[in-house]
């Protein structure tokens, strides 16, 4: 951001309009550790004064936040097992508003994590504090009900996903398009370079071409879909089979999985290297599934919950795909293997099409380049930073 000739910009300590201000930021996922992260760094260089309270992971610690409870203690799937957890999470929420009353921040991010979040932005909406929302509730798939409770309690939205914008429109609510945040990610890491030969050093892997395997970020997810996945390896003899472990996990939980699969490498904190180096993967749905498309992997969207859950959620949502990649492209780019079609046959089948057919391999990378294209384009954590630093500014001068 430009400054004049004394450093100074709009939203520097400098700036004598500009008091100290306390933001409070709820994510309540692994990815969206990541995305606060990067949208605390880009607010501090901005104005290095801010301080932080949030509930999230790692990431967002790093990046300068002081954290109140770990993503890992909140995330629950499923109606089922929603339902069994519920009074764990009633007991979050209150604890979450009174931690709110206590601190008194000036202003509060929520960031996905829309059963919780939802509930809080109506507790700050009543509080009189406003409440920027980053990273949509994904309601265009289900409960489209949602659209009116956000209108009436979020005072700004930041949507990073193309079609969402014409969503809201629907509804009569002006929402930002910022662009992915996954694009300003990756292509940072992409221009420090190629290291696949550290790569393989470091996790003891040879030469032979990899599958990776990548069974989600939650014990529930990793217990029914690994398992899953293993059942391929007898079928690839000639390939390396790689686990990345979830940063939210311990290496030991895995290990209970692996015990008579010899063959299987665990890696841990590296799967964007992963993702990159790769030959093909299997890929539980969610945002790994976009991740590893931007790197270019050729994948396999994986998905099985529990039967009453995923009869309750095929009665509920409104999409045609579970896949990001095919949802932004609003066509079938990746292979989704879903419920009983998730089996050992099917997964080999679309596994060694993407490993051996040429021209669908092509398909693919060019269907990938699209998608870059589609999401917008880089620069999504700084521009969120500037619209709240405007808001704050304005509040301040009000």
Known sequence: MPGNATGCNNFSPCNPLLVLKKIYIISGEASGDLHAANLIKAMLERDSQLQFRCWGGDRMQEA???????????AFMGFIEVIMNLRTIMGNIKFCKEDIQTWKPDLVVLVDYPGFNLRIAEFLHQEGIPVHYYISPQIWAWKQNRVYKIRALVDKMYVILPFEQDFYKKFDYDVEF???????????RKDQGDYKAEFLKKNGLGTAPIIALLPGSRKQEISKMLPLMLRCMDDFPKHQFVIGAAPSQEKEYYQGFLSDKPRATLIDAQTYELMRYADAGLVTSGTATLEAALWGLPEVVCYKGSPISYWIARMLIKVKFIGLVNLVMDRLVVTELIQSELNRKNMVRELKALLYDDERKAKLQSDYSELWSK????GASGKV????????HASNES
Request: no cysteine; glycine share 12%; aromatic share 6%.
């Open 385 to 392: 930073a500037d619209f709240i630093l405007q808001s704050l």
């Open 178 to 188: 910022v662009g992915h945040p996954l694009l300003d990610v990756i292509e940072d």
């Open 64 to 74: 300068g936040a002081e954290i109140v409870k770990h993503y890992r203690d909140l």
């Open 375 to 378: 999401l917008g384009g880089a």
